[in-house]
């Protein structure tokens, strides 16, 4: 439904032909886009896309660069999304309605918040990327997903230039995914997202790696969402490698989710595989586990390799390309599918 539009000064700001894309995704694959403009605000966004140097391009936006494998250099207008902001919108009896602009970074918002007083999104601290990518793929961590916090996500249309509100019920959130990763794919930039952070705060802290960081730390149960959100800190630190330190787009793989029938013969040959059943009888299975369990954790191939603390990250040590990761991909899909009969889904989009 779309709603009026922002009228800030249009100028955005454009980069010559060959911009490096470098800095711009957390695999740090060396690739350069043919036009790249910076989006501060939507008049910029309206402004680009109708600009004579964008007309018969393909577009690609990127906020992080956190979910994206880019193979090659980008023939076409990047749009760098740098829309920055976070304000409270309303507040009633029960919660806080907090919207940030889409570039701003994912964990400084969510410190923010919880320094603002304002606690409910401390389980998703230190996700790598921005604001805007997080309801695309439905970030989700230590037994939170973004969907449960999400109120509502604006975003233009690129063919109309049309502003839109979407609700959480639009957004069509699911397990790492949503409308924006389906039929909304390529056809709207996200520019901000509100939050609801419920008053009425509750722990939770029940995820097997974070409850034992809790009680190591004496902490059993959490009193407060600071000590959530320092365990969560403290759990990725040690598990997870920083994208500026070992190149990466987290977890590469979705948790593979199977029907209760092929889960009932695979637990008779692999009775120590890792799972949790779901409310609709199917059962999710740790794809990490599955990875470790054909030797893949701490393998290379070329520069590329798989992370030594938690087999579902792949890495580019220094120098790999996009097909370098994709190579090494599809020898761990194949790998995993001959022993387990399992089919692992990629998460980050190529290109
Ligand atoms: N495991 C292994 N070997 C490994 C990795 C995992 O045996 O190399 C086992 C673990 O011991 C554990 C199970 O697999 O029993 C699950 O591992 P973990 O708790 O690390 O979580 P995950 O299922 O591998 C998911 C998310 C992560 C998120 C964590 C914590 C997906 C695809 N990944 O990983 O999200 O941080 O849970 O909630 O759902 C991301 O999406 O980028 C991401 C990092």
Not at 185 to 197: Q, Y
Request: hydrophobic residues 45%; proline residues 5%; glycine residues 10%.
């Amino acid at each position: 439904m779309p709603v009026s539009a922002a009228s800030a000064d249009p100028s955005p700001v454009w980069f010559a032909a060959g911009y490096p894309l470098r800095a711009h995704n957390t695999f740090g694959f060396d690739v350069r886009a043919r036009l790249a403009c910076r989006i501060e605000n939507e008049a910029d966004l309206v402004a680009a896309l109708r600009d004579p140097r964008a007309q018969g391009l393909r577009t690609l936006v990127l906020g992080g660069g956190s979910n994206v494998v880019l193979t090659r250099d980008f023939d076409g207008l990047v749009l760098l999304v740098a829309l920055a902001g976070k304000r409270v919108t309303r507040e009633d009896d029960d919660a806080w309605y907090v919207e940030a602009g889409a570039g701003e970074n994912w964990h400084d918002f969510v410190a923010w918040t919880l320094e603002a007083g304002m606690p409910g999104l401390e389980n998703l601290a230190l996700i790598p990327g921005t604001v805007g990518a997080a309801p695309i793929q439905n970030i989700g961590a230590y037994g939170l997903e973004m969907a449960e916090r999400c109120a509502s996500v604006r975003a233009i249309e690129l063919e109309s230039g049309t502003p839109c509100e979407f609700d959480a019920a639009d957004c069509r959130f699911g397990y790492r995914d949503s409308f924006f990763k389906r039929e909304g794919r390529d056809r709207f930039v996200i520019t901000s997202v509100t939050f609801r952070l419920p008053k009425a705060w509750q722990p939770n802290a029940g995820y097997a790696d974070l409850a034992r960081e809790l009680a190591q730390r004496g902490l059993p149960g959490a009193q407060c969402a600071r000590d959530v959100f320092d365990a969560v800190v403290a759990v990725r630190r040690a598990k997870l490698p920083d994208p500026l330190v070992l190149g990466n787009a987290g977890s590469f793989f979705k948790n593979p989710v199977i029907d209760a029938l092929q889960f009932d013969s695979l637990v008779v040959r692999e009775p120590r595989i890792v799972s949790y059943p779901q409310a609709d009888g199917r059962v999710k299975l740790a794809a990490g586990w599955l990875i470790d369990q054909c030797g893949w954790k701490g393998r290379t191939l070329r520069a590329a390799a798989v992370h030594e603390r938690q087999a579902l990250v792949l890495v580019n040590r220094g120098g790999a390309t996009g097909n370098d990761i994709l190579e090494l991909a599809q020898a761990i899909r194949h790998d995993v599918l001959a022993r387990f009969g399992v089919e692992l889904e990629q998460e980050p989009v190529s290109l």
